[in-house]
């Protein structure tokens, strides 16, 4: 009889599992590599017609030129982008590629990509409580009722309490989208919340779709129910937890606004930018307001990032983007998603904690976290305490030894990874329970089946000590997690976040800001559970939009962008600089939080927004898209008018432009505050800006020169408009670069 392996046996297992199999089974290239075909996508910029039909067959004519035949091509085709712009994905040769880059028309050709995921209380940390007077944003936006969010994800589970349409009014008129059916997914399962599904299989290996859903609802990876409830799920009556930890109401962020699903991610595989850039033009098409897009590819360049100039399409249409910056933090350098026109959002905690406290033999406690929740009868009492084991790896683990004890392990060289290998060396020895210590962490891992806590590298000598100088066998006692919130709980930049600066476009400030992405509970299946990642911190933020969309609906997403960055908090409600975690703990700078922790109330009323203007995109991609058909411009990136400046590479000195829009009281007056990086003098003219009934833009000039005769790393500061009433602060970042010889290796 085969025999039964525990969930929390087989759930870490198998990244180790996946981990080695990456390692093992890679292939090898073919003698024939050009003849294999892969999947390209091929870019043809704006629409010649409005008809979908029209443009499609344009697409089979244009490939069609060179397989030789429409019927080639239509066995080639595997998507035709045609709502938001003109382009497809087909299966070619690498020489049929090159073909198809020299056709007139055609802009770019790049291969398909692999994409991955970025992986209720945190509402009311954001000021967004149901229970806030009328004049606040929740209300005054009618909690986002009319708005639609496009969830770009795994696909949801649709039976959800948060998917109920209990109170909603007609699906929005302008609304063009479809409930497309699949496996156990039919239309009935759409409403007047989940408004829209749809479902991309056609570039997945077919071994990928063992086991998962043929349809929209989410199968093995309930992520994309997770954020779809995160950013609009329904006021859910009564109290929802997480086996008791995290009670309260469970909401999105725009409780009243619609979703539409565009499911592109299955399983463990993910799945491809061809993939995804169906899923946007086919959400262009539909009418979304807002799209929400918790996924990341592997390192690109612009040009290769076929999403690049799809969400660009949609920026151009009036609907804003949000990405999450990646989970590689804290290491400089690691963020993706760093177009100019989308909100990048990095993840910052919440005002929540999991306090697990230990007991020792002599009485003494010390206070982990932990989300330990199926606490078994006898597990809270004193046990024998394992601490021989260092990092607990199996020829350090002595198995006879921990069976019935709580083991303590330290962290190892790779604290994540040590803790998976940790917990299933105690599991499968018998062990009663886990002390891990680590360095600060933000993320805690269920465990169904072992009683574990997480400490600090300080609270391991303590237990130590008392182990050491005890006369009989050391005892040790780990109590029930509880969850605790409190305003005393301050926001911190998670230590996974992905750090700036951009690789591929150092001179965009990256990322715009940070929203809550720690140990965020919302809706899995038929419950809720914890999840962290920037994953969380995009829906978070689309939320927001949703909200801002509600009450500014003639704002461009420039202009909701600039709202939201330029009224962020850098601090925290005691004045104390907003920290980054990481090795070591430091203050937040621009490349962990952009401009800062997001502040929604603030947002409605900025006083002045950076806007601009769709074409000055255009021009910008120029910069890397060599076949575009564009003017191409000397001006550097960070002439864009966006709500930060990047100037990576400043020699001696350097003048650029900004523009803002007067979206407060008609009569104003702006006056210039700035701080400057160490070793830059900052001169901007004029230094008050005065607006009237007739003039509403205002444009001024930035000189930065270097007082610095070496070469330099990157510098911080700001400048800010206030008026007596708003504070519109962008975020500076400056290196300084003499000798271009010189590699400044960080």
Request: net charge positive; aromatic share 8%; proline share 6%.
């Amino acid at each position: 009889m085969e025999s039964q392996r525990s969930p929390l046996f087989l759930a870490l297992l198998l990244p180790v599992t996946l981990y080695s199999c990456l390692l093992q089974c890679r292939g090898l290239p073919s003698a024939n590599t050009e003849d294999i075909r892969k999947l390209y996508i091929v870019y043809m910029g704006e629409k010649q017609h409005e008809d979908p039909e029209l443009v499609t067959a344009l697409h089979h004519d244009t490939l069609a030129s060179v397989l030789g035949s429409k019927d080639a091509a239509l066995d080639s085709i595997v998507y035709s982008y045609k709502h938001g712009f003109s382009g497809f994905a087909a299966m070619i040769t690498v020489l049929q590629a090159k073909q198809v880059s020299g056709l007139p028309g055609v802009r770019s050709v790049t291969q398909s990509r692999r994409i991955k995921p970025t992986t209720t209380r945190s509402w009311d940390f954001l000021g967004l409580s149901i229970k806030n007077p009328p004049s606040k944003l929740l209300h005054k936006a009618k909690m986002g009722d009319g708005i639609i969010i496009g969830v770009i994800d795994t696909g949801v589970w649709p039976e959800s309490k948060s998917f109920r349409d209990d109170g909603l009014g007609p699906i929005p008129s302008r609304w063009k989208g479809t409930c497309q059916t699949g496996q156990l997914f039919n239309a009935s399962h759409c409403n007047r919340k989940l408004i829209g599904a749809r479902w991309y299989d056609k570039a997945v290996p077919r071994s990928v779709l063992k086991g998962e859903y043929r349809s929209a609802r989410a199968a093995s990876n309930q992520h994309g129910t997770h954020t779809a409830s995160t950013a609009a799920g329904s006021i859910v009556k009564g109290r929802t937890s997480f086996f008791g930890l995290g009670a309260g109401v469970a909401r999105g962020g725009a409780p009243r606004a619609r979703v539409a699903v565009y499911k592109v991610l299955w399983g463990d595989y993910g799945g491809d930018t061809a993939t995804l850039v169906a899923a946007i033009d086919d959400a262009v098409g539909d009418g979304v307001d807002v799209m929400s897009l918790s996924l990341a590819g592997g390192p690109a360049t612009p040009n290769t990032a076929a999403d690049s100039w799809a969400s660009l399409h949609a920026v151009k249409r009036g609907i804003s983007v949000v990405y999450g910056a990646g989970n590689d933090g804290p290491r400089p350098g690691t963020l993706t998603n760093a177009l100019p026109w989308v909100i990048t959002v990095a993840a910052s905690t919440i005002d929540r904690s999991f306090p697990t406290v230990i007991t020792l033999g002599d009485n003494s406690t010390i206070v982990g976290q932990a989300v330990y929740y199926r606490t078994k009868k006898g597990d809270d009492s004193f046990k024998e305490l394992y601490y021989n084991a260092s990092s607990c790896d199996e020829d350090t683990l002595n198995a006879t030894e921990v069976r019935g004890k709580i083991a303590l392990c330290n962290m190892g060289d790779d604290p994540d990874k040590q803790f998976v290998i940790a917990a299933v060396n105690v599991f499968r020895a018998g062990g009663a329970g886990l002390i891990f210590a680590r360095y600060t962490t933000n993320i805690l891992t269920p465990l169904p089946d072992l009683p574990y806590v997480v400490v600090d590298l300080e609270s391991r000598f303590k237990i130590l000590d008392y182990a050491q100088r005890t006369s009989r066998e050391p005892l040790v006692k780990v109590s029930p997690t509880r969850s605790v919130p409190s305003d005393s709980f301050t926001p911190r930049v998670a230590a996974f976040s992905s750090r700036g600066p951009s690789a591929a476009l150092p001179a965009v400030l990256k990322p715009d800001i940070a929203a809550p992405g720690v140990q965020i509970l919302a809706a899995v299946k038929d419950s809720y559970e914890f999840m962290s990642g920037t994953s969380m911190a995009t829906p978070h933020m689309s939320g927001v939009v949703a909200l801002l969309k509600c009450l500014h609906p003639t704002w461009s997403p420039a202009a909701i962008k600039s709202a939201i960055v330029t009224t962020a908090s850098t601090i925290d409600q005691y004045g104390i600089p907003i920290v980054a975690e990481g090795v070591p703990r430091k203050i937040a700078d621009p490349f962990d939080y952009g401009s800062g922790n997001i502040n929604p109330d603030r947002a409605v009323d900025p006083g002045l927004v950076y806007d601009i203007n769709p074409r000055d995109y255009e021009e910008f991609k120029c910069f890397w898209d060599e076949s575009e058909a564009c003017k191409a411009t000397q001006q550097p990136m960070y002439h864009l008018n966006l709500p930060s400046i990047a100037i990576p590479n400043l020699k001696s000195s350097v003048t650029i432009f900004r523009t803002v829009t007067n979206v407060g009281a008609a009569k104003s007056i702006y006056k210039a505050i700035v701080e400057s990086p160490p070793g830059i003098n900052i001169e901007v003219m004029p230094k008050i800006l005065q607006f009237d009934d007739r003039t509403k833009v205002q444009r001024f000039k930035i000189n930065f020169t270097t007082m610095h005769k070496m070469q330099g790393v990157y510098t911080f500061g700001s400048l800010t408009w206030v008026d007596g009433i708003h504070t519109v602060r962008i975020p500076i970042a400056i290196r300084v670069v003499i000798e271009e010889l010189f590699a400044d290796v960080q």
